[in-house]
């Protein structure tokens, strides 16, 4: 059985990719900032839950440490968490660091 980590889990578009990885049969692994919709998507899905973070390293790396304990196999990490924004810009005046070719 493949064991996906799938970060920022607890909503939009990590949550429903959750939903959809769930429905492939694919075990879930699910990160999130916030303890309470970690908590209820994880359960829904029959998943474990962790809740982390991913502004804060002590708090990733305190994450990185339990994961390596808890699941001696981890087949994929899907990084889901959050974006950045240089200096905090407002998303109005935030580019993107790519450009795509098509």
């Not at 970060?7 to 990719?17: H, V």
């Not at 899907?78 to 950045?84: L, M, P, S």
Request: aromatic letters at 4%; one cysteine or more.
């Amino acid at each position: 059985m493949t064991t996906v980590v799938l970060t920022g889990a607890s909503s939009g578009l990590g949550a429903r990719t959750a939903h959809r990885l769930h429905s492939k049969g694919i075990q879930l692994i699910i990160v999130g900032r916030d303890t309470v919709r970690t908590t209820a998507i994880a359960k829904e899905l029959g998943a474990t839950g962790y809740t982390a973070d991913f502004a804060h390293l002590n708090q990733v790396r305190s994450l990185a440490s339990t994961l390596i304990r808890a699941h001696p196999r981890i087949d994929v990490l899907a990084a889901n968490a959050g974006g950045c924004r240089p200096g905090g810009a407002p998303l109005t005046a935030w580019r993107p660091p790519f450009k795509s070719t098509r």
